[in-house]
């Protein structure tokens, strides 16, 4: 395949069901390299779902999933699927870095201890390479001077900002982010953004769940609407928020906005 052409992400399809509970009823969507696209709905959509089945914390029941060509978490031979190795669809996993709502640093280590585990641990990094990355990483998100401090000594935005510190040391081609800014006191959305916003501008493919439209409309290439496990709409921000198509995206977003 053409690695210029190639989607970062192409979803074809994509269904999955917990039990008697479906959850996904055929997602399509693609997000290019170097593409942002934002991603909302209602609760209990699917988007964590999506994003989880992206990142294979969740396995996929029917339709394809790729990302960067690769079907995730399955590989294909004479037209049938078998399951990945533990340890191949582990592989798979260390090239999309994913950013929770809720932080998850481990609350025992330092910042910069946070940042070089998994460069060490899964990377085979030196400590001395992977802490130089983790401080240059730092520098970029504005907390080189929190190097040495534990989570629980800095705000939630701050704890955030390592988290992506986090997410990036292990040189991601994409980065998926849950509604990284919706458990922070209204005053440290701003700077989370901000960093999103230079990752942005540098390049980085992202898919973000998002309902800070005002980030959509900035910096998005693309806002994906999904309602009951599918795509009802997408477009340019500006397009669906000015001039939304279905009667369910506009009622979700005269909610919103
Ligand atoms: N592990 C699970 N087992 C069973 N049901 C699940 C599981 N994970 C999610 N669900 C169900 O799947 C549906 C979609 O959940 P999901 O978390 O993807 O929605 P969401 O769009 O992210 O919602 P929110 O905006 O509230 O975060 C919900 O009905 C949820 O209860
Ligand atoms: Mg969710």
Known sequence: ??????PMVLADRVCKNFGALDVLNGVSLEVQRGE???LIGPSGS?????????????????????????????REKAGKLYELSSRDAGRQRRDIGMVFQHFNLFPHRTVVNNIIEAPMLVGGKSKAAATEHAMALLDQVGLRNKADAYPAQLSG?????????????????LMLFDEPTSALDPELVGDVLEVMRGLAADGMTMLVVTH??????????????????????????????ANPQHERTQSFLSKLL
Do not use: W
Request: contains cysteine; glycine residues 10%; neutral net charge.
């Open 46 to 74: 699917g988007k964590s779902t999506f994003l989880r089945c992206v990142n294979h914390l969740e396995k996929v029941n029917a339709g394809r999933l790729l990302v960067d060509g690769d079907l995730i978490g399955y």
């Open 212 to 241: 800070e439209m005002g980030f959509a409309r900035e910096v998005a290439d693309q806002l994906i609407f999904m309602d009951a496990g599918a795509v009802v709409e997408k477009g340019r921000p500006r397009d669906v928020l």
């Open 157 to 173: 935005g701050q704890q955030q900002r390592v988290a992506i510190a986090r997410a990036l040391a292990m040189e991601p081609k």
């Open 36 to 38: 942002v696209a934002c």
């Open 1 to 6: 395949m053409n690695a210029d052409v190639t």
